[in-house]
Nanobody
Framework: QVQLVESGGGLVQPGGSLRLSCAASGHSLNYYAIAWFRQVPGKEREGVSCISNSGGNTYYRNSEKGRFAISRDNAKNTVYLQMNSLKPEDTAVYYC??????????????????WGQGTQVTVSS
């Protein structure tokens, strides 16, 4: 089974950018759809973006469209989330998740069965 490790989180000022990485080991990512989720304490985990196994289809929550971009490099077994124009409300632990089923518009966490440990993103001045 594939294992996932997120990296790239940190502290950034409002309006800044970060690029998160989700690196896979143990299995090729080629067959997996990958999604990014985020969670703040006391709230449910919410979907951010999802990319199909080929990279041909991507999905975003409305508030992230135009600010975030998901991409994948199957040769490097890695999926990225480029986050621009960050806002304090983007502060959360960000998780990547994988599943052999493809993404769809209304993807949710129960669609995915393999998760990374998360990386903290803090947007603050």
């Amino acid at each position: 089974q594939v294992q996932l490790v997120e990296s790239g989180g940190g502290l950034v000022q409002p309006g800044g950018s970060l690029r998160l990485s989700c690196a896979a080991s143990g299995h090729s990512l080629n067959y997996y759809a990958i999604a990014w989720f985020r969670q703040v304490p006391g709230k449910e985990r919410e979907g951010v973006s999802c990319i199909s196994n080929s990279g041909g289809n991507t999905y975003y929550r409305n508030s992230e469209k135009g600010r975030f971009a998901i991409s994948r490099d199957n040769a490097k077994n890695t999926v990225y989330l480029q986050m621009n124009s960050l806002k304090p409300e983007d502060t959360a632990v960000y998780y990547c998740a994988a599943d052999l089923r493809d993404c769809w518009t209304y993807f949710v966490d129960s669609d995915f069965n393999t998760w990374g440990q998360g990386t903290q993103v803090t947007v603050s001045s």
